[in-house]
């Protein structure tokens, strides 16, 4: 499926892109790219929080370019309910999406001294993704992306007013300011295969190529969501703004430079995973820093800026059904 947060998959019309770096692509959907990238038919694969789990099974995946500086999960509840902070969900009833998504809810409840497998403390309801459940108030708070999910509430009417829901009327508790927001959306491969030179080589090139759409998408608005409606997503142009915009706001700024691993949410990320025994033990050697530098220093000669230091997000208008 389209969508803006895969936008510099396709690039824009000016991005540069794979062509003029000329690597060809086979491009997977991610919902089986953890699989895949681990098995002997890819080579890579953006990813979200997946890597440490699969590697810790077995599978050589190593990270090469973490694109998301933050992370965009939160957690939100209605502010007529009475919850005002993340801790007050003692005994409430929890919407999170179950498998790898979990990890970073699970933790924040427990730094609240609330256990989520005890069903006396807390109610975890298995949450689809959509927003129904939170919509009808049969769950107390639901797991929401900053990109997607909280914008779908935004899309709907009140039924009390007619008018369409505000931020005004939601608190948004975000894991990355919570303290447990784990590394995101980023590019894997198999450990074997960026052994060889040569490969190292094409990841080099993939990744310079990548962070030049994600930096055209970031200065080129409207393009870049034209370019994912010209791909046949299901959403609609609101709805796409919106994702691309929200989507820019976990990418920039970058202090680093795009794409290169901060070791504080690496260590976070690995802590998260391991407390949550998402992991048995410590990962070691599951990332790398040194092809997203050389990406990010040939980008730099160009005279591309990065960092996105003086990044502003757009005001997005929010549109009945993201229409």
């Given at each position: 499926?389209?969508?803006?947060?895969?936008?510099?998959?396709?690039?824009?019309?000016?991005?540069?892109?794979?062509?003029?770096r000329a690597v060809e692509l086979t491009a997977a959907d991610e919902g089986d790219a953890?699989?895949?990238?681990?098995?002997?038919?890819?080579?890579?694969?953006?990813?979200?929080?997946?890597?440490?789990?699969?590697?810790?099974?077995?599978?050589?995946?190593?990270?090469?370019?973490?694109?998301?500086?933050?992370?965009?999960?939160?957690?939100?509840?209605?502010?007529?309910?009475?919850i005002g902070s993340f801790c007050q969900l003692k005994g409430k009833k929890v919407g999170?999406?179950?498998?790898?998504?979990?990890?970073?809810?699970?933790?924040?409840?427990?730094?609240?001294?609330?256990?989520?497998?005890?069903?006396?403390?807390?109610t975890i309801v298995a949450q689809p993704f959509d927003m129904k459940l939170f919509l009808?108030?049969?769950?107390?708070?639901?797991?929401?992306?900053?990109?997607?999910?909280?914008?779908?509430?935004?899309?709907?009417?009140?039924?009390?007013?007619?008018?369409?829901?505000?931020?005004?009327?939601?608190?948004?508790?975000?894991?990355?300011?919570?303290?447990?927001?784990?590394?995101?959306?980023?590019?894997?491969?198999?450990?074997?295969?960026?052994?060889?030179?040569?490969?190292?080589?094409?990841?080099?090139?993939?990744?310079?190529?990548?962070?030049?759409?994600?930096?055209?998408?970031?200065?080129?608005?409207?393009?870049?969501?034209?370019?994912?409606?010209?791909?046949?997503?299901?959403?609609?142009?609101?709805?796409?703004?919106?994702?691309?915009?929200?989507?820019?706001?976990?990418?920039?700024?970058?202090?680093?430079?795009?794409?290169?691993?901060?070791?504080?949410?690496?260590?976070?990320?690995?802590?998260?995973?391991?407390?949550?025994?998402?992991?048995?033990?410590?990962?070691?050697?599951?990332?790398?820093?040194?092809?997203?530098?050389?990406?990010?220093?040939?980008?730099?000669?160009?005279?591309?800026?990065?960092?996105?230091?003086?990044?502003?997000?757009?005001?997005?208008?929010?549109?009945?059904?993201?229409?």
């Amino acid at each position: 499926m389209a969508a803006g947060r895969r936008c510099a998959r396709r690039g824009g019309p000016s991005s540069g892109g794979a062509r003029e770096r000329a690597v060809e692509l086979t491009a997977a959907d991610e919902g089986d790219a953890a699989e895949q990238v681990g098995g002997p038919g890819a080579v890579r694969g953006v990813l979200r929080r997946a890597g440490e789990g699969l590697r810790d099974k077995g599978n050589d995946l190593v990270n090469i370019a973490p694109v998301f500086t933050r992370s965009g999960t939160t957690e939100i509840s209605w502010k007529d309910a009475g919850i005002g902070s993340f801790c007050q969900l003692k005994g409430k009833k929890v919407g999170v999406w179950t498998g790898g998504n979990k990890w970073e809810q699970y933790a924040a409840l427990r730094k609240c001294g609330i256990e989520p497998t005890d069903k006396s403390q807390v109610t975890i309801v298995a949450q689809p993704f959509d927003m129904k459940l939170f919509l009808d108030r049969q769950i107390d708070a639901a797991s929401a992306m900053t990109y997607n999910e909280l914008a779908q509430v935004l899309e709907t009417k009140n039924p009390k007013t007619g008018q369409l829901y505000k931020l005004g009327d939601l608190n948004v508790f975000k894991y990355q300011t919570l303290g447990t927001g784990m590394l995101q959306d980023g590019v894997f491969v198999r450990g074997d295969w960026i052994k060889d030179k040569k490969n190292e080589a094409i990841a080099k090139k993939f990744l310079e190529a990548s962070f030049k759409g994600w930096i055209y998408c970031r200065d080129h608005l409207k393009p870049c969501v034209d370019v994912v409606l010209k791909n046949g997503p299901t959403l609609g142009r609101g709805h796409q703004t919106w994702q691309v915009n929200e989507v820019n706001k976990l990418i920039w700024p970058a202090p680093r430079g795009i794409g290169i691993m901060d070791p504080a949410s690496a260590n976070r990320t690995a802590t998260v995973a391991l407390q949550g025994k998402l992991i048995k033990k410590a990962p070691t050697a599951w990332y790398r820093t040194d092809l997203a530098k050389a990406a990010v220093a040939s980008l730099k000669k160009k005279h591309v800026d990065v960092v996105g230091k003086k990044y502003k997000p757009a005001n997005v208008t929010v549109t009945e059904g993201g229409k």
